[in-house]
């Protein structure tokens, strides 16, 4: 077996490495040995504190046995059949799946990750309805293919204009700190928030014509835009309209599924049941690379006697199926799906206690282990800690106080991100919290305190 160095892991990584979202000659990876648990540890045996769940996925914790011996038993009993092939992971897992998802969907396209899984979705939409346009908000991420990156309203999707996939519409978050209806009357009742919201993309929808949409694509709860949780009302609301306009709901639960929010699928919430919903992520923890589209039978069924003309080459790849079967039966045995739901007013609380005590924090937002801390300038204007697809020397300065200190959290313009693996403890917690805490003095400073 071919033998590197500790030492040898970063200098190797960066000559021969193509690294993504990266200027290359600014990239300063962290170059990882071993993870357990909510730690993991640098080749010089700094331990990091994982805030992040790695890159939101590591629901169950990192380095769980259970689903690495699930990985290495399906590799020694079948590595690899292809997608045509029926196989007992394959016949599991669907059945799993069927058993934990929403309503009526119960029929699976296994992708190999988000992006693919929201590209699919968005082909079974437009074959499913013979429309072709698709409607996605501004504060959004689907993900870096062409038709996933089209979706994506933010401003990652900017650089790769205008050859990407044609047909999208994006349309207003219903994100009240910053609503674009609302800065003269911030005190407007959440019922009438949610309708103006809801006004507004009927208003799109009537406007582009509702027999070329499509479906609707949306985060359940937004992710890496900011952890914008729709006010009560939002998401029946979406569903109605579609149900009006005889357009399709697709929810993207790449970032908010499998426990996240302290349901299975954050839509659960609002008792809302999509026409299709895209899932990667915390299906497998990441312990293997997966993702799947979940659609009602009747949709499915329209490809009876039709050919579905798409394919992927690991679609279905059995190590990956493993995976997702043990690390779904570890959150149904380690009950992760309630300890989430408990530890969520835990984790609120303790972003609401950091809000008060440091005058940088404009806001605090969380759903289960989903949290935001949004830092301002100044709370009257809420003048945001760096510009909007910016960072500012207080962001760069403050991201790496954290890391100093062994918090590896997820930084993104003017917010910072709390998302940890779901086995966290309170203990844990306040572990980050009090880094968090220390570190936001850098903060402070820039908004005066």
Same mark, same amino acid.
Request: proline fraction near 6%.
């Given at each position: 077996?071919?033998?590197?160095?500790?030492?040898?892991?970063?200098?190797?990584?960066?000559?021969?490495?193509?690294?993504?979202?990266?200027?290359?000659?600014?990239?300063?990876?962290?170059?990882?040995?071993?993870?357990?648990?909510?730690?993991?540890?640098?080749?010089?045996?700094?331990?990091?504190?994982?805030?992040?769940?790695?890159?939101?996925?590591?629901?169950?914790?990192?380095?769980?046995?259970?689903?690495?011996?699930?990985?290495?038993?399906?590799?020694?009993?079948?590595?690899?059949?292809?997608?045509?092939?029926?196989?007992?992971?394959?016949?599991?897992?669907?059945?799993?799946?069927?058993?934990?998802?929403?309503?009526?969907?119960?029929?699976?396209?296994?992708?190999?990750?988000?992006?693919?899984?929201?590209?699919?979705?968005?082909?079974?939409?437009?074959?499913?309805?013979?429309?072709?346009?698709?409607?996605?908000?501004?504060?959004?991420?689907?993900?870096?293919?062409?038709?996933?990156?089209?979706?994506?309203?933010?401003?990652?999707?900017?650089?790769?204009?205008?050859?990407?996939?044609?047909?999208?519409?994006?349309?207003?978050?219903?994100?009240?700190?910053?609503?674009?209806?609302?800065?003269?009357?911030?005190?407007?009742?959440?019922?009438?928030?949610?309708?103006?919201?809801?006004?507004?993309?009927?208003?799109?929808?009537?406007?582009?014509?509702?027999?070329?949409?499509?479906?609707?694509?949306?985060?359940?709860?937004?992710?890496?835009?900011?952890?914008?949780?729709?006010?009560?009302?939002?998401?029946?609301?979406? /569903?109605? %309209?579609? *149900?009006?306009?005889?357009?399709?709901?697709?929810?993207? +639960? $790449?970032? =908010?599924?499998?426990?996240?929010?302290?349901?299975?699928?954050?839509?659960?919430?609002?008792?809302?049941?999509?026409?299709?919903?895209?899932?990667?992520?915390?299906?497998?923890?990441?312990?293997?690379?997966?993702?799947?589209?979940?659609?009602?039978?009747?949709?499915?069924?329209?490809?009876?006697?039709?050919?579905?003309?798409?394919?992927?080459?690991?679609?279905?790849?059995?190590?990956?199926?493993?995976?997702?079967?043990?690390?779904?039966?570890?959150?149904?045995?380690?009950?992760?799906?309630?300890?989430?739901?408990?530890?969520?007013?835990?984790?609120? /609380?303790? %972003?609401? *206690?950091?809000?008060?005590?440091?005058?940088?924090?404009? +806001? $605090?937002? =969380?759903?289960?282990?989903?949290?935001?801390?949004?830092?301002?300038?100044?709370?009257?204007?809420?003048?945001?800690?760096?510009?909007?697809?910016?960072?500012?020397?207080?962001?760069?300065?403050?991201?790496?106080?954290?890391?100093?200190?062994?918090?590896?959290?997820?930084?993104?313009?003017?917010?910072?991100?709390?998302?940890?693996?779901?086995?966290?403890?309170?203990?844990?917690?306040?572990?980050?919290?009090?880094?968090?805490?220390?570190?936001?003095?850098?903060?402070?400073?820039?908004?005066?305190?």
């Amino acid at each position: 077996m071919l033998e590197i160095s500790d030492a040898d892991i970063l200098p190797l990584s960066l000559e021969h490495g193509f690294w993504t979202w990266s200027a290359q000659g600014k990239v300063a990876p962290i170059p990882v040995l071993r993870a357990k648990g909510v730690y993991f540890w640098d080749v010089a045996g700094k331990r990091y504190l994982d805030f992040n769940s790695m890159v939101m996925c590591v629901n169950i914790g990192h380095g769980d046995e259970r689903v690495i011996n699930a990985i290495v038993e399906q590799a020694r009993e079948l590595p690899f059949a292809g997608p045509p092939m029926a196989t007992r992971p394959r016949a599991l897992l669907g059945k799993l799946l069927a058993e934990i998802t929403p309503g009526d969907l119960d029929r699976f396209l296994f992708t190999l990750g988000g992006a693919d899984a929201n590209e699919n979705a968005i082909k079974l939409a437009r074959a499913y309805t013979g429309r072709h346009k698709i409607l996605a908000r501004y504060r959004s991420y689907h993900g870096a293919t062409a038709g996933a990156m089209a979706a994506t309203g933010d401003p990652r999707r900017v650089a790769w204009e205008p050859s990407l996939m044609p047909g999208v519409v994006h349309f207003l978050d219903p994100y009240r700190y910053r609503s674009t209806f609302h800065r003269t009357n911030p005190n407007i009742s959440e019922a009438d928030f949610c309708q103006d919201y809801l006004n507004h993309l009927e208003e799109i929808i009537q406007y582009e014509g509702p027999e070329t949409i499509a479906a609707i694509l949306l985060e359940s709860v937004t992710g890496t835009n900011g952890v914008i949780i729709p006010p009560q009302g939002y998401l029946p609301g979406v /569903r109605a %309209l579609c *149900d009006r306009y005889g357009v399709l709901l697709i929810a993207d +639960e $790449v970032m =908010s599924g499998f426990g996240r929010t302290g349901k299975w699928f954050a839509i659960q919430h609002w008792d809302v049941v999509p026409d299709l919903m895209t899932m990667a992520k915390g299906l497998t923890s990441a312990y293997a690379p997966l993702g799947a589209v979940a659609m009602r039978r009747e949709i499915a069924n329209y490809f009876n006697e039709r050919v579905f003309q798409s394919g992927l080459t690991y679609n279905s790849h059995p190590i990956s199926l493993a995976a997702a079967i043990a690390n779904i039966q570890v959150m149904q045995q380690d009950r992760l799906i309630e300890h989430a739901a408990e530890m969520g007013p835990v984790l609120h /609380r303790m %972003l609401t *206690d950091l809000g008060e005590q440091h005058p940088s924090i404009g +806001e $605090v937002r =969380s759903i289960g282990l989903f949290g935001v801390i949004e830092l301002v300038r100044d709370r009257r204007t809420r003048q945001p800690m760096a510009p909007f697809n910016g960072t500012s020397p207080e962001m760069t300065e403050l991201r790496n106080n954290l890391l100093e200190h062994g918090l590896y959290i997820y930084t993104h313009w003017h917010t910072i991100l709390v998302i940890p693996p779901l086995i966290i403890n309170q203990e844990q917690l306040k572990e980050g919290f009090t880094i968090l805490d220390q570190a936001l003095a850098v903060a402070d400073r820039a908004a005066g305190g």
